[in-house]
């Protein structure tokens, strides 16, 4: 028989009151056990248990929280007050979940919080970005849309809604909507530097089939010019710059700022990094050691770019203290292990052997085909298809690996594409088959975080056309990553070929880097193999010539717990 739900009594509401301000206050612990005391004293009070779920949520206990807030929900069944207050809390939560990057568990809680309170607008800006990251895009582009018109219709701005808006029409494919959005926003908000980045972005991949003849910095350029005082908009645009080899303008665009303020880190790394792309050396070193003299020298992507620039001087002794304390500091960077190996290859020291194991650690993995095609050949024929029509883009992502091709926008995996889920899924079940094979190894960056399974963080595809390749990089974001062959010319299949071209390359630092080190391991693609390895290790492939294209499946993964 259900009970009666009953209200707090007055001395009771005014304690409800007293812990209410505790929460606001930070006083957490306080306020929980004044809480945990008025469950006790009035078990039939929603009040209470709902006081209680705001308590635990606040105090970092999600279970316990939602079971308060359902035990609320049953004794009230339609309460306005605990169904808001238990969809802030979910909102809060899963704020976290995307700020932790944990997208497939930040969804689900986004929901529910706006099932029970559907006007969180933060709420739907959250579910619309991680619906993004998981690669449901129609479902992304319905979740901003809704949270755009509830800012509207307050007289809110919408800046940041429209930017991601503008960035979800893109992955959909649909360009000349996106342009047009950017190129609005561009417009109306011309000193905010994320908008001029959007449209940038958009212009220097797309900009050759929608904006002939455009410079893709053209609108960035002027909005940087027109406001010389506003900081964050210059070193946008400097990072733009440097990411677009254009190393003299960004140089340019940075004296006037080191001129006002010539004390600034930041200024002096972004200036030594234009420097050193320019290869003046020795100035870039004076600037790099001004800028390790402060707050950066605990930075990790400080000391990554300073570890590059002792690569290209020679001091191999500087690239690795400047690694070490970057895997100090944080045990998962990727660039950090990435650098360290390399240190280690070029002193002779054997920790390199047990750092990046090329025969034990990479794998060559046949894929079976999902169930209802005849063959794998079938199966490549139909998401190649699919694939090919992705492939809208003129030119790579700005400072990416691809070279002479293209490359899919947002998540691949995700979408409501029949044979996109069905290369997922078989993918997967071929990457836990490798992690099966991987040695146990504790204390080792990559085989003592080994689960067995895989979640994905990234997922898109390449096509390199005639002369293409991937200049050798790493995967700052993954712990394992891949490349899955789905179409190769015909001249990559012969086992004889002398050149290598098209096929994958480990171990080969990147080309800015002028270090003279082969590859420790040369892999050659077949249709339906997966190349799988640690996102740490050097990749790249062999240029080649063809008059058919190479096109692959890439995705970066981190383990599943």
């Known amino acids: 028989m259900a009970h009666r739900a009953r209200p707090l009594s007055s001395a009771q509401a005014v304690r409800f009151t007293q812990t209410i301000t505790l929460l606001r206050s930070g006083r957490h612990p306080q306020a929980l056990a004044i809480a945990e005391t008025l469950v006790e004293e009035a078990p039939l009070a929603a009040d209470a248990w709902q006081l209680l779920g705001m308590c635990l949520a606040d105090s970092g206990q999600a279970a316990r929280s939602d079971a308060a807030f359902e035990h609320a929900l049953g004794l009230a069944p339609g309460n306005i007050s605990v169904s808001r207050n238990y969809g802030v809390c979910l909102a809060l939560r899963g704020k976290s979940l995307r700020a932790q990057d944990q997208f497939d568990a930040a969804a689900p809680v986004l929901r529910k919080a706006l099932a029970l309170s559907d006007e969180l607008v933060s709420a739907w800006v959250d579910l619309g970005v991680v619906l993004r990251r998981l690669g449901r895009i129609d479902e992304s582009l319905a979740a901003l849309q809704r949270a755009k018109q509830m800012l509207e219709a307050r007289g809110a701005h919408t800046f940041e809604v429209c930017d991601a808006f503008n960035g979800v029409l893109a992955d959909a494919g649909r360009l000349a909507d996106a342009l047009a959005g950017a190129r609005e926003l561009v417009a109306t908000h011309p000193d905010h530097a994320l908008a001029q980045e959007t449209l940038s972005n958009l212009l220097w991949e797309h900009g050759e089939r929608h ?59 972004f200036a030594a990094d234009a420097l050193d792309a320019l290869q003046e050396r020795e100035p870039a070193t004076r600037l790099y050691q001004a800028a390790s003299r402060g707050a950066l020298a605990e930075l990790p992507e400080f000391l990554n770019a300073r570890a590059r620039h002792a690569f290209r001087t020679q001091r191999f002794d500087l690239a690795a203290r400047c690694a070490e304390t970057v895997v100090s500091r944080d045990p998962v960077n990727q660039e950090g292990w990435c650098h360290l190996s390399t240190a280690w290859r070029l002193m002779g020291d054997a920790r390199e052997h047990w750092l ?58 995700g979408r409501d594409i029949p044979v996109i889920r069905e290369a997922e899924d078989a993918l997967r079940i071929a990457v836990e088959r490798w992690l099966t094979n991987l040695p146990d190894r504790a204390g080792h960056p990559f085989l003592a975080r080994k689960e067995r399974s895989v979640q994905c963080v990234g997922s898109w595809s390449v096509r390199l056309k005639a002369s293409g390749r991937h200049a050798n990089h790493l995967h700052p974001k993954g712990w394992a990553s891949s490349a899955f062959y789905v179409a190769l010319p015909d001249e990559m299949l012969a086992g004889d070929a002398p050149s290598r071209a098209g096929w994958l390359q480990l171990g080969q630092p990147m080309e800015s880097l002028e270090l003279d080190l082969p590859p420790r391991r040369l892999i050659q693609p077949r249709p339906g193999h997966l190349a799988l390895f640690p996102s740490y290790m050097w990749h790249g492939t062999v240029p080649f010539e063809s008059d058919a294209c190479r096109l692959t499946v890439a995705f970066d993964m981190q383990p599943r717990r």
């Open 356 to 413: 990046c194991d090329y025969e034990a650690l990479v794998g060559d993995v046949e894929v079976l085909p999902p169930q209802g095609y005849a063959d794998m050949t079938s199966f490549l024929a139909s998401l190649g298809t699919v694939l090919e029509g992705m492939h809208t883009a003129s030119r790579g992502p700005v400072n990416q690996s691809v070279r002479g091709g293209s490359q899919t926008a947002g998540q691949l995996f």
């Open 211 to 269: 904006a002939p003849g455009e410079d893709p910095l053209s609108e960035f350029r002027i909005a940087a010019r027109a406001q010389l005082d506003n900081k964050p908009l210059q070193l946008s645009f400097a990072r733009m710059l440097l990411a677009s080899q254009r190393a003299d303008e960004a140089l340019a665009v940075l004296h006037p700022l080191r001129k006002r303020e010539p004390d600034d880190p930041l200024l002096a790394w």
